[in-house]
T-cell receptor, first 116, second 113 residues
Framework: AQKITQTQPGMFVQEKEAVTLDCTYD???????LFWYKQPSSGEMIFLIY??????QNATEGRYSLNFQKARKSANLVISASQLGDSAMYFC?????????????FGKGTKLSVIP | EPEVTQTPSHQVTQMGQEVILRCVPI?????FYWYRQILGQKVEFLVS????????KSEIFDDQFSVERPDGSNFTLKIRSTKLEDSAMYFC???????????FGNGTRLTVT
């Protein structure tokens, strides 16, 4: 069974600094997708970035980049130039491709606090 | 940018009552999902729906739960007889294909008293 591990329950970062949120995964399937979602205190789930297991390059979306190290089974999220509005819970998730639908498995999340 | 819409944002119900949570997925999306998040815990998959039928469901999705797409725009989750442990945030999500990212709604916070 697939598993997602986020070992940092909470992180602090100074405004304008970069921060890395860790995520490791475990699956025996060669085809999978990795996602990061942001959940502000208001509760909604906001899609940030996606990495496919066969993608050669690391995904980037604005200030978000995914440091994908396939051999180590890690998919860390890097947020550059942190802003106060980045304070939120961040969830790493994985899906298995080709299953006919998306059953995402989520990690427990990391609470990021940006300090002014 | 199109978004997934969920109503209501918060629902309070008494134990044993039926509740229907409503969702309007993004209009050109074909795959629909329900997830739930018990307070302080991780997000859990409930069910996926494609081509007017359930394609996958988790062990959480027992006989008390059902989903329906009554028309071309709405996607509903019904809980027939709510239990205290059903209290959670329920998220609807949709995706265009099985390989594209899920877009979540803002969630419905269900409180069972």
């Amino acid at each position: 069974a697939q598993k997602i591990t986020q070992t940092q329950p909470g992180m602090f970062v100074q405004e304008k600094e970069a921060v890395t949120l860790d995520c490791t995964y475990d699956t025996s399937d060669p085809s999978y997708g990795l996602f990061w979602y942001k959940q502000p205190s208001s509760g909604e789930m906001i899609f940030l970035i996606y990495q496919g297991s066969y993608d050669q390059q690391n995904a980037t979306e604005g200030r978000y980049s995914l440091n994908f190290q396939k051999a180590r089974k890690s998919a860390n999220l890097v947020i550059s130039a942190s802003q106060l509005g980045d304070s939120a819970m961040y969830f790493c998730a994985m899906s298995l491709s080709g299953a006919g639908s998306y059953q995402l498995t989520f990690g427990k999340g990391t609470k990021l606090s940006v300090i002014p | 940018e199109p978004e997934v819409t969920q109503t209501p944002s918060h629902q309070v119900t008494q134990m044993g009552q039926e509740v229907i949570l409503r969702c309007v997925p993004i209009s050109n999306h074909l795959y629909f999902y329900w997830y739930r998040q018990i307070l302080g815990q991780k997000v859990e998959f409930l069910v996926s729906f494609y081509n007017n039928e359930i394609s996958e469901k988790s062990e959480i999705f027992d006989d008390q739960f059902s989903v329906e797409r009554p028309d071309g725009s709405n996607f509903t989750l019904k809980i027939r007889s709510t239990k205290l442990e059903d209290s959670a945030m329920y998220f609807c999500a949709s995706s265009y294909t099985e390989n594209s990212p899920l877009h979540f709604g803002n969630g419905t916070r269900l409180t069972v008293t």
